[in-house]
């Protein structure tokens, strides 16, 4: 691709939020192009059965809703770039969207869907069972275990949260935390510390995850006490770990505007950011939902914003030329 072509609107990120941008945009005529990124599709290139999203009745698997996805907006004249992008220069116009490869594209709107990414314990038995048990979402997976045991791993709001939602699913929760406080808000440790399906493990932290011999399923986990060094395991159908989420917004951490997490800010109701021309869309701003179909609806507004946006500045441009003949 032409580095030096400018293009009516480039997109940051290729999972629902994304792609969708990508579907307005493309059926406005904006051409747009998408940065794959590291993972392209998004965090539901690690789902297995997505039941929660509409038309489809039977579900479907991540990897095959987000290839639907990818074909309906490449239908519509999108391209698509292998390749992450490491900075964005909006210090001129057009905006310059700088990639890894050193290559870059030039564009006259960002929409930045770059989304983000649950944090992980790190052990290596968990992720080899992500989809298989493993978890970072209850709203996603919680259906999966009804009736069953699940643990939850953390001590902030977004644990007593998942803790909390699972019970209506589950038949036992046993919430793990490496210490004798929470961090989390009052109001949340009294709806945890009074929810009979819920049991906390004080002072442990997981070491191992267990699953059934073949790597097929989880079937408990391996705590540590982190004050007698005792282990000890927990059987358990499902595990979820709810230790908070990272929006990837370090490529413009230091001209956006963000909360205290380090989501992105928008204007209220749109997805206008605080530098013209630059929208957001999908989990890179959304802490609260994360979830595809909201992402999706993220990414058309951005898309509607972006193509509205546009409008706007060719009518100035038209109008300044006719004041300057």
Known sequence: MDSERVHKVVIIGSGPAGLTAAIYAGRANLKPVVIDGLQPGGQLMITSDVENYPGFPDGIQGPELMELFRKQAERFDTTYVEDEVVSLDVTSRPFRVNLGSEEYQLAEAVIIASGATAKWIGLESEKKLQGKGVSACATCDGFFFRGKVVTV??????????????????????????????????????????????????????????????????????????KTGALSDIPCDGFFVAIGHEPNTKIVSDILSMDESGYLLHKPDSSYTDIPGVFVAGDVHDHRYRQAVTAAGAGCMAAIDAERWLEEQAHLKAHDLILQA
């Open 153 to 226: 791993v953390g001590g902030g709001d977004t644990a007593m949260e998942e803790a909390n939602y699972l019970t209506h699913h589950a038949s036992k929760v046993i919430l793990i935390h490496r210490r004798r406080e929470f961090r989390a808000s009052k109001i949340m440790q009294e709806r945890v510390l009074s929810n009979p399906k819920i049991e906390v493990v004080y002072d442990s932290v997981v070491t191992e995850i267990l699953d059934d011999g073949k790597g097929q399923r989880v079937t408990g986990a391996r705590v540590k006490n982190v």
